[in-house]
C-alpha cells in the first residue's frame, strides 16, 4: 500500500491541481489579439499610393505586415497610432527588416511630406477604387463590417508573409500586447 501511494498520490495532486484549481491552470491561449481562423488569403490587387504610382500586386507578402486602416487623410489619432507602430517596429531590433507598415486610407490622401519625413518605408494605399472595395475590404471584417465601418475602427492587422490575414487588435489594445504576439510570431516563424 505504500509503495502504491509513493506512486499514485502525487499523480491524484496534480490532477487536482491542474484541474481543480483554476488559479494555477494555463490561459488557454498565449495572444493578446484577435487570432483568425482560419487565416484568410487576401487578393492581390495593385492599390494607387499616397505619393504617386501604383503598389505591386503582392505588396502584402514577403514579410510580416501591420496594416492600418484608416478613413481620411489621417487625423492626429491616425498619426499617433502610425507612430507607435514605427516604435514597435524599431523595437524589434534585429528582426525589424522582417516586418513592414502598410497604411490602407480611403479618401483624402494623408500629408505627403510628414509620411515622407515621419514613415520613410510606410505603404500608403487607397482603397477607394472597387477592387479593393469589394475583394480586399471585406476580408479584414467579420460578417456585419462595412467598409466604411472598417475604417472608422482604427484596428491593426497582422498578414503573415503569404498574404494571409491572421490577427487582428481592436482600437484600445496596448502596443506592448502587439508587440509581445509580434515577437513570438518572429520567433517561431521560419519565413518572412
Known amino acids: 500500500m505504500l509503495l502504491a501511494a509513493l506512486f499514485f498520490v502525487p499523480?491524484?495532486?496534480?490532477?487536482?491541481?491542474?484541474?481543480?484549481?483554476?488559479?494555477v491552470r494555463p490561459a488557454a491561449s498565449v495572444q493578446k489579439g484577435e487570432l483568425i481562423v482560419p487565416a484568410r488569403p487576401l487578393p492581390q490587387l495593385e492599390l494607387p499610393l499616397a505619393h504617386g504610382g501604383?503598389?505591386?500586386?503582392?505588396?502584402?507578402?514577403?514579410?510580416?505586415?501591420?496594416?492600418?486602416?484608416?478613413?481620411g487623410p489621417c487625423d492626429n489619432q491616425c498619426r499617433d497610432r502610425l507612430a507607435e507602430l514605427r516604435q514597435l517596429r524599431l523595437a524589434l531590433g534585429r528582426d525589424?527588416?522582417?516586418?513592414?507598415?502598410?497604411?490602407?486610407?480611403?479618401?483624402?490622401?494623408?500629408?505627403l511630406e510628414w509620411l515622407s519625413r515621419e514613415h520613410a518605408?510606410?505603404?500608403?494605399a487607397s482603397v477607394d477604387g472597387a477592387e479593393a472595395r469589394t475583394g480586399l475590404l471585406p476580408r479584414f471584417g467579420?460578417?456585419?463590417?462595412?467598409?466604411?465601418?472598417?475604417?472608422r475602427?482604427?484596428?491593426?492587422?497582422?498578414?503573415d508573409p503569404n498574404g494571409n490575414l491572421m490577427m487582428r487588435y481592436d482600437a484600445g489594445t496596448a502596443?506592448?500586447?502587439?508587440?509581445?504576439d509580434l515577437k513570438?510570431?518572429?520567433?517561431?516563424?521560419r519565413i518572412g
Open 11 to 23: 499523480l491524484g495532486i496534480s490532477f487536482y491541481w491542474y484541474y481543480g484549481l483554476d488559479s
Open 96 to 111: 525589424r527588416n522582417r516586418v513592414g507598415g502598410v497604411l490602407l486610407y480611403s479618401g483624402e490622401a494623408p500629408d
Open 153 to 159: 475602427a482604427e484596428r491593426v492587422y497582422i498578414v
Open 54 to 71: 501604383m503598389t505591386a500586386a503582392d505588396f502584402l507578402e514577403r514579410t510580416w505586415t501591420l496594416v492600418y486602416l484608416a478613413e
Open 121 to 124: 518605408g510606410l505603404i500608403a
Open 184 to 189: 513570438r510570431l518572429l520567433r517561431l516563424s
Open 142 to 151: 467579420g460578417e456585419p463590417d462595412a467598409p466604411e465601418a472598417l475604417l
Open 175 to 180: 502596443l506592448k500586447d502587439i508587440h509581445e
